[in-house]
């Protein structure tokens, strides 16, 4: 296939999700290439509601701005949990990946100090945290955040089971990136079977994730049960 203009049927195979409307295809030589391009998006896209958790970032400067009057202002601002947590999301956007890290690390020590560390955003902040590692291919020390992430949404009453199943997901990405094979498979499938309780059989969100299992049972030679 050399071209597909506007309006024009093409059938894609190997997808992981579905595309957003204006999403820019990129041709690489391997799959490696492709998944670090994959990861590189999803931690933008995860940025982005982050973001919009907190409030919105207001831009670099201002998130400078305020993150230096709080810390003026002493430990107990509320902005000083909250600007290194945005500053690094914005990172994320830029791909600044190191900046991002040392900032998403500040963040969560500053709620660690705090003894914030067993609701969702909290959770969230280990996440991302996680996926930066994920996109630099470091997957042991993502594993370990994405299983800190997962044992705070386990415990955490009020969670949404959505993010569970995203954090189990992860988690058995991750698994699966350093060849453990036999830990990701139920990760897998019971994020699966939150989504389908949760949303129902005919879910959108439901299929992505049983398309992207079949993908991973392909991609290990098991092409019956894909």
Known sequence: LKEAGPSVAVKVLGLDGVPEAGEEFNIVQDEKTARVITGERKEQAKAERLETRLG?????????????????????????????????????????????????????????????IGDETFADGVEALAGIFMVQGNYARA???????????????????????????????????QGRREDATPLYERAIQIREEVLGAYDVTLAESLHNFAVVKHDRGHLVAA
Do not use: C, V
């Not at 902005?79 to 991002?100: G, K, M, V, W």
């Open 143 to 177: 594993s370990e955040l994405y299983e800190r992430a997962l044992e705070i949404r386990q415990n955490d009453t009020s969670e949404d089971n959505i993010a569970l199943a995203e954090n189990l997901e992860e988690l058995a990405n991750a698994y699966e990136a």
């Open 56 to 116: 919105g970032s207001g831009g670099a400067m201002n998130i400078l701005e305020a993150l230096a009057e709080s810390e003026a202002a002493g430990e107990d601002d509320p902005r000083l949990t909250q600007s290194p947590f945005a500053l690094s999301n914005l990172e994320i956007h830029q791909q600044r990946y190191e900046d991002a890290k040392l900032m998403l690390e500040r963040w969560l020590a500053l709620q660690e100090s705090r003894h914030q």
